[in-house]
């Protein structure tokens, strides 16, 4: 398996909603990637997990919580989501940026629409 | 901070010409460099990229160019067809990082006219 799967693909919610986003890697990759993107900018990182640890949080709201149960696997929680939380949701992972192996690959993302 | 701009912000050429995207970074340690194309309502795919230890790189239609001291590096699709019509984003990042965090310029539109 060659490929970064994610689902849903559209996920409609509420702002009392909770939800949660899945990501999905075979490729033995350690480092895992939630972005979001809106139409026409570039993907704005949100968290960074490495080896299965979080690396980075971008400031990210707290209605937005991550997950990495294990070395293929990124969840992303969500909660109490605002309209303009609207967008895009990538999720990449890369093989092992500490040996320098960085190449970033994107799954297909989830449409998230708040209402 | 790190930053990456990237032009021009749209570009529109005929089939068959050639096209020049143009990208310069901030931070003097990165030594990676993607470029990503992304089509309407899919994910951005990873087209070719570039490390530091190089100054060019080509893959059939598609060249990276390199240039450290000045930091800039640039992408040229030659012979452009109408399903190069998409949005590219340029990236740098820090091979030595044990995120692999790009920063990403700011993205251009391609449109190829037939």
């Known amino acids: 398996d060659t490929e970064v799967t994610q689902t849903p693909k559209h996920l409609v919610m509420g702002m009392t909603n909770k939800k949660s986003l899945k990501c999905e890697q075979h490729m033995g990759h350690r480092a895992m990637y939630w972005y979001k993107q809106k139409a026409k900018k570039p993907p704005e990182l949100m968290f960074v997990?490495?080896?299965?640890?979080?690396?980075i949080n971008e400031s990210v709201p707290s209605r937005f919580s991550p997950e990495c149960p294990n070395s293929s696997l990124l969840n992303l929680h969500l909660h109490a989501l605002q309209p303009e939380d609207s967008a895009l949701y990538l999720c990449?992972?890369?093989?092992?940026?500490?040996?320098?192996?960085?190449?970033?690959?994107f799954g297909p993302g989830t449409r998230l629409t708040v209402l | 901070g790190e930053n990456v701009e990237q032009h021009p912000s749209t570009l529109s050429v005929q089939e068959g010409d050639s096209a020049v995207i143009k990208c310069t970074y901030s931070d003097s340690a990165s030594n990676y460099f993607p470029w990503y194309k992304q089509e309407l309502g899919k994910r951005p795919q990873l087209i070719i990229d570039i490390r530091s230890n190089v100054g060019e790189k080509k893959d059939q239609r598609i060249a990276v160019t390199l240039n450290k001291t000045a930091k800039h590096f640039s992408l040229h699709i030659t012979e452009t067809q109408p399903e190069d019509s998409a949005v590219y984003f340029c990236a740098a990042s820090r091979g030595s990082s044990n995120t692999g965090k790009l920063i990403f310029g700011q993205g251009t539109t391609l449109q190829v006219k037939p």
């Open positions: 997990y490495s080896y299965e640890k979080l690396s």
């Open positions: 990449a992972s890369s093989q092992d940026p500490l040996a320098g192996n960085n190449e970033q690959f």
